[in-house]
């Protein structure tokens, strides 16, 4: 089981990887990051096991500066390997589906430059997708952030709207998803990755909150 709510979208000029901050780890709540640099302009979102993601963080690297991959792709590959590398470690040893890793890869395609890409991988292989939300939040996430996805608006509208689909599901509808929002957004051919300020995420958590608490009145007023 996948204890967190990974989203992420692409949209006009590059995409957005999205996160919230619970973790589980012995069975305790705690508060952290799950988006992770994995080379110049690249981030890697994992969902699974906190120990699996630990082992999963320090393999990467090690593949990565073993490959020394020169394009997103490149390193996509090295991203599968490893992911499909844990699952048969763990395969077994765990209750079946607990071993399964999941991950979101965003980059630009030559890594220093190109166009911005993203990429799920599961079980070991890799697809590039353009919208998808993971983690055990996805289940109460996928309806809404589809509702108001398009690939039409930019990275910084996504960035927002990621934000408020994170702030909608935590706590309240799904207690281990929490925490305030990390949210990146990678343009087409830039040189630096940035983060959604805590001002806007802030803003998005105002108006969940208001529109969760104003939505059982619309839907039940007669006028």
Not at 92 to 110: K, S, T, Y
Not at 137 to 150: N, P, Q
Not at 200 to 222: F, H, I, P, Y
């Amino acid at each position: 089981m996948a204890v967190t709510l990974i989203i992420g979208a692409r949209g006009t000029g590059g995409v957005v990887i999205a996160s919230d901050q619970k973790i589980m780890r012995g069975g305790e709540a705690s508060y952290g990051k799950k988006i992770f640099d994995v080379g110049d302009n690249a981030l890697v979102a994992f969902a699974g096991l906190t120990g699996i993601r630990d082992d999963f963080l320090l393999l990467i690297k090690h593949e990565v500066a073993k490959v020394r991959p020169k394009s997103l792709y490149e390193l996509k590959i090295a991203v599968e390997d490893t992911v499909f590398q844990l699952a048969e470690r763990y395969k077994g040893r765990l209750e079946p589906g607990f071993e399964n890793v999941h991950a979101l890869l965003a980059g630009l395609e030559g890594l220093s430059s190109g166009k911005a890409n993203l990429y799920q991988v599961l079980g070991g292989y890799g697809e590039q997708v353009d919208s998808i939300c993971i983690g055990h939040g996805a289940e109460h996430a996928v309806t809404l952030f589809k509702f108001l996805y398009s690939p039409a608006l930019p990275v910084a509208d996504l960035a927002l709207l990621a934000a408020f689909t994170i702030y909608w599901v935590g706590e309240d509808l799904d207690t281990v998803v929490g925490g305030s929002p990390d949210v990146f957004m990678l343009s087409n051919d830039a040189r630096k990755i940035s983060k959604l300020d805590s001002k806007a995420t802030n803003q998005m958590k105002a108006k969940a909150v208001e529109m969760r608490e104003n939505l059982r009145g619309s839907v039940l007023d007669r006028r």
